[in-house]
């Protein structure tokens, strides 16, 4: 799978995008993964529409500032407030 820039999502990320009912919310942002070295992650984030985003901690992406990324969640700041996503199980 490819993302909307042109990079190559990893092979653990598109198994849980396309896994029968893990992805059953729309109407919500999900987190699908989490790439990179410690210090420079950056996360793939699939949008209420169904495109995907990558963003990196301290960027501003379409879906707003990123405040934070760690290995298994991803924390920005929506309408003031800060939302954190989670992996799925």
């Known amino acids: 799978m490819t993302t909307e820039n042109g990079q ?3 092979n653990n990320v598109a198994e849980i995008a396309t896994e029968r009912g893990t992805l059953d919310q729309r109407g919500v942002f999900t987190l699908l993964g989490i790439m990179g070295a410690e210090g420079a ?3 793939l984030i699939l949008l209420p ?3 995907t985003v990558m963003t990196q901690a301290d960027g501003t992406s379409s879906i707003g500032p990123v405040r934070a ?3 298994r969640s991803v924390t920005l700041l929506r309408g003031g407030r800060l939302m954190r996503l989670e992996l799925p199980a």
Do not use: E, N, Q, V
């Open 8 to 10: 190559t999502t990893p």
């Open 41 to 43: 992650l950056r996360a």
């Open 49 to 51: 529409s169904g495109k």
């Open 69 to 71: 990324i760690d290995d």
